[in-house]
């Protein structure tokens, strides 16, 4: 080994007389104690730049790089680019940069930096000693932010880094947040490759009123390119405990698979003080997509545009989706799952697709309306004889069913045409359109269901035919100032329907028979409806399909703004919109004012509100702020919520803070 070492020595010693000399000092016996070559030399004000198969010769230490720039005032080096540092008899450093300090007497002062060129995380200590790109290491700081102000950093005693393996590990780490200590821990193993490695990755942990102390440790497992798994053992230390599991697949046509599950098991005395429903909280999910279906598994030579995508999700309790971290935020109890298959050219679209609804506010699914399945051709907008004149057509066919209750078949037709263009050198846009809507449903599996009876209308078929006026009114400006853009969206929407026809199903006495009879529900399951002496599974409600105010005289009135900063950053995001319902008889105003407002003043940070004003009660009928800071690691949330409850003449206000 010591016969190989003095032989690159001499080839390197050999290498020298053919390189500029960057710079040169001598100790009092004139010994050559620091020299700095390369291929090339220059230097501006204190710093000398070497490049080209650089050398820097340090007592016993001499380093090969691409490129050192050396600060003459600070005694600072630079090192960029395939760097070998050798000290004694062996190879002590391997990496792509290294930052060091000199003393007075031009020697290295360790610990110098060293930096992994692939997933930037860097180590500052005392290396004792290396070989193999295998170090040992005292007085460790490390963190993958900047060195001079890291977000956060983990100092420890001593530890190892594997370069080559980009494995690091540490004994007694403590983990800070810019300049407070979070955590510490005994012991940390952890890699610092952002491939794809099996092991353990960043642990999650938080605390709440009712769940106590929360601890989600994953695992992650890779064996292979195409397929990987991650387990997530979790313990709510008031609660209980479970296992979150996910892999992930793709095949060889670079289709992606993905599958969840999830159980969580409630300790006894958390049931039984909380009077939960389920004690086993369990569920299970599956993605898939995929785009050329027909291309890839059927052989078609066609180029036509075809792809399917499948997202479905069965869980007995809402806590399925909140135990997916933390404190995940759930804000709505139902969830739809949904198959979806389209084929497409460039003018035509056609889909079929299936949707699955899971509603737990109810006791069990039986009654809740399934969509399967729905058939969509759509003619892309396109002009009809001349370029102003536009016109689209949309056809649909939805098949409703459910266990219990009356179901539905449908066929609904929409043709809007027409003229859309320029005034005013383009600084405003004017639309005038007609939309004809026609519409047919046919009642299924109504034996125990509710129909009003009226005469001389049909109880098992409604046909809705109406054709509206709408004229569009907008503009939008854009006017760029120093370092900012700013555009200016304002659009009024003008609906005037002038022709109307309903029957059977929809007529116009059917919305308020269908209404009474919604509110009479039997107690105490609220499942059954007891109307005019007789028990029905469910009522028929024309409203869920068509809105009784769907032929309704309207205005829309609408104001946006952005405000855009360097490289098309938003800063600041502004919404106004208010809906005027002429034809309402109490006032045209029931609709709120809303105002949404965000704005971005730091990177990471995102603050958004909403305020919605009522004029009919002349008074704020909600309020709702949100600001959201996430940055590398760290992520935070804090959300407020404001509520009048107007409902019976009594007016309530409902209050919800939340600090995630």
């Given at each position: 080994m010591i016969y190989w070492l003095y032989l690159a020595v001499f080839f390197l010693l050999s290498a020298l007389d053919a390189k500029e000399i960057a710079m040169q000092r001598f100790d009092k016996q004139n010994h050559k104690i620091f020299e700095i070559l390369a291929d090339k030399v220059s230097a501006k004000d204190n710093v000398i730049t070497a490049s080209g198969n650089a050398i820097l010769l340090n007592y016993d230490v001499y380093i090969l790089a691409d490129k050192v720039r050396y600060d003459t005032k600070t005694k600072e080096a630079l090192l960029e680019g395939n760097i070998k540092v050798?000290?004694?008899?062996?190879?002590?450093?391997?990496?792509?940069?290294?930052?060091?300090?000199?003393?007075?007497?031009?020697?290295?002062?360790?610990?110098?930096?060293?930096?992994?060129?692939?997933?930037?995380i860097w180590v500052s200590a005392d290396i004792a000693s290396g070989k193999d790109q295998k170090y040992k290491v005292k007085n460790m700081s490390t963190s993958g932010c900047s060195i001079d102000n890291p977000i956060w950093h983990v100092n420890a005693t001593s530890g190892s880094f594997n370069m080559q393996k980009s494995h690091l590990s540490m004994w007694n780490p403590k983990i800070y947040v810019g300049d407070i200590p979070v955590l510490y821990l005994p012991y940390i193993f952890m890699s610092t490759s952002n491939k794809r490695t099996t092991g353990f990755l960043y642990p999650e942990f938080g605390t709440s009123n009712l769940d106590g102390f929360i601890y989600?440790?994953?695992?992650y497992l890779a064996p292979k390119n195409s397929w990987d798994m991650t387990f997530t053992p979790q313990i709510r230390y008031k609660r209980g405990f479970g296992l979150n599991f996910e892999a992930r697949y793709i095949n060889s046509k670079n289709d992606r698979f993905l599958f969840n599950a999830r159980y969580f098991r409630n300790y006894t005395q958390y049931v039984k003080r909380y009077d939960l429903r389920n004690q086993n909280i369990y569920g299970f999910e599956f993605l898939s997509s995929s785009r050329d279906t027909l291309q890839k598994y059927f052989h078609l030579k066609s180029n036509i545009d075809n792809g399917h995508y499948i997202d479905f999700l069965y869980m007995n309790d809402l806590d399925y989706v909140r135990f997916e971290k933390v404190n995940k935020r759930i804000t709505d109890a139902t969830h739809m799952s949904r198959a979806n298959y389209y084929l497409q050219t460039e003018n035509n679209y056609y889909g079929l697709n299936i949707k699955y609804f899971l509603n737990l506010n109810k006791i069990n699914n039986n009654r809740t309306f399934q969509s399967v399945p729905n058939l969509q051709y759509h003619k892309y907008l396109n002009s009809l004889y001349f370029r102003n004149l536009l016109y689209s057509v949309d056809y649909q066919f939805r098949n409703t069913a459910r266990e219990i209750g009356y179901g539905y078949v449908q066929n609904a037709l929409n043709v809007p045409v027409g003229l859309q263009f320029s005034l005013f050198k383009k600084y405003l846009s004017l639309g005038l359109w007609n939309d004809l809507q026609l519409s047919n449903v046919a009642l299924m599996q109504s034996k125990n269901s509710f129909v009003p009876t009226i005469p001389n209308e049909s109880r098992e078929f409604g046909n809705f035919v109406s054709s509206n006026f709408s004229m569009y009114v907008n503009t939008d400006l854009a006017r760029e100032y120093n370092k900012l853009f700013h555009t200016i969206q304002l659009e009024a929407i003008f609906n005037i329907p002038y022709y109307t026809f309903k029957n059977g199903l929809f007529s116009q006495n059917m919305y308020a028979l269908s209404a009474q009879a919604l509110?009479?529900?039997?107690?105490?399951?609220?499942?059954?409806?007891?109307?005019?002496?007789?028990?029905?599974?469910?009522?028929?409600?024309?409203?869920?399909?068509?809105?009784?105010?769907?032929?309704?005289?309207?205005?829309?009135?609408?104001?946006?703004?952005?405000l855009y900063g360097l490289g098309g950053q938003e800063l600041l995001y502004f919404k106004i919109s208010q809906l005027i319902n002429l034809d309402d008889k109490v006032s045209p105003f029931r609709m709120p004012l809303e105002s949404k407002i965000g704005f971005s003043p730091l990177t990471g940070l995102n603050i958004f509100g909403n305020v919605f004003y009522s004029f009919y009660q002349n008074r704020l009928e909600e309020i709702s702020v949100n600001?959201?800071?996430?940055?590398?690691?760290?992520?935070?949330?804090?959300?407020?919520?404001?509520?009048?409850?107007f409902s019976s003449g009594i007016n309530s206000i409902v209050e919800n803070l939340r600090i995630i």
């Open positions: 050798y000290r004694g008899e062996g190879l002590l450093v391997k990496t792509d940069y290294v930052k060091l300090s000199l003393n007075e007497k031009y020697e290295i002062i360790f610990p110098f930096y060293v930096q992994d060129s692939v997933s930037g989600l440790q994953p695992f509110n009479s529900y039997t107690s105490p399951l609220l499942r059954d409806y007891d109307y005019q002496g007789r028990l029905y599974d469910s009522v028929w409600n024309p409203s869920s399909i068509l809105p009784s105010n769907a032929s309704n005289k309207t205005v829309d009135l609408t104001l946006t703004q952005y600001a959201n800071y996430q940055r590398k690691f760290l992520s935070f949330n804090l959300s407020y919520f404001l509520k009048n409850n």
